[in-house]
């Protein structure tokens, strides 16, 4: 699914799988990266940051702690 693959480009772009995490990526390029619309992924990681595991601002994602998003999601 699409959340699995949200969770997957932030495991994978990441040295250490656990702690604080900051990705600096605006919505449009990582639609581009998960080849989906820009609209599906809003929805997806607006889902996330209900759930607590991701907080959305411009241009940016904050992760409070990746090891969380990797048992739900990875």
């Known amino acids: 699914s699409l959340l699995h693959r949200i969770a997957r480009f932030f ?6 799988p656990a702690g604080k995490k900051l990705v600096h990526i605006k919505m449009e390029k990582l639609a ?3 080849n ?4 599906n992924v809003s929805r997806a990681l607006n889902h996330m940051q209900s759930q607590g595991l991701i907080e959305l601002k411009r241009g940016r994602i904050a992760i409070p702690m990746l090891e ?3 048992t739900e999601w990875g």
């Open 11 to 16: 495991i994978v772009h990441c040295l250490h």
């Open 32 to 34: 581009n990266e998960m």
């Open 36 to 39: 989906d619309s820009r609209l």
């Open 68 to 70: 969380k998003l990797v």
